[in-house]
């Protein structure tokens, strides 16, 4: 089974940038569709975006359309999250999971796997 490990996250001022990064082993992100999640203090998980396993469809969240933008890299077995105009609102862990379906679902127990997640800073 895949196993998915996050890094990238930090400490960054509201406006700034940072990509995030979800590495794959046991398996190869091509044959999931691997999507973003975040889970700020007191809050429930929410989907933020989501590439399919044929890379074909991209999912966004609305709160990150046109700041955040998903790759994948099959080359190094990895998707990446890349963040700009970060809002202190966007603070939270972020997670990357993976699913044998074909399209980005937002509910999370439709994932199988699970990084440890990263987390994510903004300040004011």
């Known amino acids: 089974q895949v196993q998915l490990v996050e890094s990238g996250g930090g400490l960054v001022q509201d406006g700034g940038s940072l990509r995030l990064s979800c590495t794959a082993s046991?398996?190869?992100?091509?044959?999931?569709?691997i999507t973003w999640f975040r889970q700020a203090p007191g809050k429930e998980r929410e989907f933020v975006a989501a590439?399919?396993?044929?890379?074909?469809?991209?999912y966004y969240a609305d709160s990150v359309k046109g700041r955040f933008t998903i790759s994948r890299d099959n080359a190094k077995n990895a998707v990446y999250l890349h963040m700009n105009s970060l809002k202190v609102e966007d603070t939270a862990v972020y997670y990357c999971?993976?699913?044998?379906?074909?399209?980005?679902?937002?509910?999370?127990?439709?994932?199988?796997?699970w990084g440890q997640g990263t987390q994510v800073t903004v300040s004011s």
């Open positions: 999971a993976a699913t044998v379906l074909h399209y980005g679902s937002p509910y999370s127990n439709e994932y199988d796997y």
């Open positions: 046991g398996g190869t992100v091509s044959d999931y569709t």
């Open positions: 590439k399919s396993w044929s890379g074909e469809r991209l």
